[in-house]
């Protein structure tokens, strides 16, 4: 069972191509993480899973999306969360005027309100600070309970497989540690993860697989530990040497773009 891209490609507003060739695979026991710098396509690709490509004005001109073999590109993205498929979008976009209870009901929107009790005490057990903050509003949270939140509301769906769109972003490295426990707890529940992760230590020091993408395709794709140990990710995506000037960087940079879409 996983959930997969093959050959995609999408075009914005018929003119703009943003993805030309990207495919991976998630199956729905591991973690797979999916690196690129900004621009590679990484939300696109999440839009064009999530049926939201069309909202933006974009569509799927070649390739496909499927969910346990069958196609998911076709579908609304309310069906595509009723298939089995959840996502908690960059910058956490919880309802600020909504209380933690409210935004957790929203999750379930597809569901209706069956069992709805034992969806919101499963959340609160993942989530005890959420519990304790049922009735706040969410714009009172601090970045890291909203980003909690953005995860617990997005489970309320019960996914097979669970998309997180730069889940560490903004947050204190105490807080991404917690985020990153609690995404293995996920993963180890049942749930496919794909993280798509600026920071990509955290990112390959949990996930199963890993992807690299450049310029609207997949360049890369290999075991997160064999993905460590590669010197250019670790020089681009890990770290690498602080004592480089920036115009050495970017020589090196273009090189490795050169190499891996060649």
């Known amino acids: 069972m996983s959930l997969a891209v093959h050959n995609l490609e999408v075009v914005y507003e018929d003119v703009m191509l943003a993805l030309r060739g990207a495919s991976l695979s998630v199956p729905q026991d591991q973690i797979v993480a999916v690196l690129g710098a900004n621009g590679a396509g990484k939300t696109t690709l999440l839009r064009a899973m999530t049926g939201l490509l069309d909202i933006h004005r974009g569509k799927i001109t070649r390739g496909h999306v499927s969910l346990d073999d069958k196609k998911l590109d076709t579908r609304k993205a309310a069906s595509v969360v009723s298939a089995g498929v959840s996502q908690v ?59 909690m939140l953005a995860i617990g509301r997005a489970m309320m769906s019960e996914p097979k497989y669970l998309l997180l769109d730069e889940p560490s972003l903004g947050l204190a490295p105490k807080i991404v540690e917690q985020i990153r426990d609690l995404i293995v707890s996920i993963n180890k529940s049942g749930t496919g993860v794909l993280l798509i992760e600026q920071n990509a ?6 996930a199963d697989h890993g992807y690299v993408m450049e310029n609207g395709l997949t360049v890369m794709d290999a075991p997160a530990a064999t993905l460590r140990s590669d010197a250019d990710i670790q020089e681009f995506y890990l770290g690498g040497s602080g004592e480089e000037t920036a115009s050495l960087r970017d020589v090196k940079h273009y090189k490795r773009r050169k190499r891996w879409l060649s």
């Open 201 to 206: 230590a955290m990112a390959l020091s949990i």
């Open 89 to 147: 979008m960059e910058g956490r976009r919880v309802f600020a005027e909504f209380t933690v209870e409210e935004n957790l009901r929203v999750g379930a929107h597809t569901q209706g309100s069956a069992g709805l009790k034992e969806k919101y005490d499963r959340i609160y057990e993942m989530f005890p600070v959420l519990a304790e903050r049922r009735t706040a509003g969410a714009g009172y949270l601090s970045g890291g309970e909203q980003q």
